[in-house]
């Protein structure tokens, strides 16, 4: 059973700074990317950033420049650093890793449990 299990959330105030991880119980490797999704009360789940098996990386454009997906493979490890942290960045913070079933064409998405992030102003 594949688990991702997520840490580092917390309250932090405007400005602040705060790291998440995101743990696989299975390598890096065997997806095609891992990344980070956030829900906000009231709104659709929607993509932070995303890191590739090459390493490449994708962000939101609410979030360049402020945010950092980045891994360790030697750990099966995914870490996003978030700085400039603004109250509209408060959500609960999914880890998400990805692969394409070619057998069903279908993409297979696994879950984290949730880490809440909270800014406040």
């Known amino acids: 059973q594949m688990q991702l299990v997520e840490s580092g959330g917390g309250l932090v105030q405007t400005e602040g700074s705060l790291r998440l991880s995101c743990s696989t119980s299975a390598s890096i490797f065997n997806f095609d990317a891992m990344g980070w999704y956030r829900q906000a009360p009231g709104k659709q789940r929607e993509l932070v950033a995303e890191?590739?098996?090459?390493?490449?990386?994708t962000y939101a454009d609410s979030v360049k420049g402020r945010f950092t997906i980045s891994r360790d493979t030697a750990k099966d490890t995914v870490y996003l650093q978030m700085s400039s942290l603004k109250p509209e960045d408060t959500a609960v913070y999914y880890c998400n890793a990805n692969i394409y079933d070619k057998h069903y064409r279908q993409r297979r998405d696994y879950w984290g449990q949730g880490t809440q992030v909270t800014v406040s102003s």
């Open positions: 890191i590739s098996t090459g390493g490449a990386t």
